[in-house]
Every structure is written in structure tokens, then in C-alpha cells.
């Protein structure tokens, strides 16, 4: 039986993921459907994993679709993700 990954949803994450989807509500089961396929395998294709640069080197992007992304920190040695922030490709990665 393949391991399922831990999400971890910190306080600060929950605030902006109920404004992301207060915000566009028609992208909820597809952000959905991102959440469950990163706890199967985050290196699913269509999440597009990648691990991100600058300011944010540390932190992974996955795509809930392609305008919108959520980033994570990748703690495979525990198998947990850590969510940290959800929003339009410029938001996410501020």
C-alpha cells in the first residue's frame, strides 16, 4: 500500500485559503482535487511540482490550474506538506 503524505494546514494558511476561496469560489473543487492529489503523491504531472528560487528557496509550487498555484514546504523525510500560502501566480509567491 502506497504511504499517504500529512497535510499540514498552519493558522496563518487557513486565513488565506478561506479568503482564496471566498474570492473564487468556482475554483474549489479543483483546488480540491489539488489537496487530495498531494497527499497521494505530490509528483503527480499535473501538480507541475517545482522547487522555487530567491526569497522563496526552500518552498515548492504546485498548480491548481494554470493561473492560480498554492506553495509548500516538502518535508518528505516525514512525509508531511506544509502549506503555506494559495493565490494567483503572484500572490503565491510573494
Known amino acids: 500500500m502506497k504511504k499517504k503524505f500529512k497535510l499540514l494546514y498552519p493558522k496563518s494558511y487557513i486565513r488565506r485559503a478561506r479568503t482564496f476561496i ?3 469560489p468556482e475554483l474549489l473543487s479543483q483546488y480540491e482535487k489539488t489537496l487530495k492529489l498531494l497527499e497521494l503523491n505530490p509528483k503527480h504531472p499535473s501538480l507541475r511540482l517545482h522547487p522555487l528560487k530567491g526569497k522563496l528557496k526552500g518552498l515548492h509550487s504546485v498548480s491548481i490550474n494554470i493561473g492560480y498555484r ?3 514546504e516538502l518535508i518528505l523525510t516525514e512525509s508531511e506538506i506544509v502549506l503555506v500560502n494559495i493565490g494567483s501566480h503572484d500572490e503565491a509567491y510573494r
Open 70 to 72: 498554492l506553495t509548500i
Open 22 to 24: 471566498q474570492k473564487h
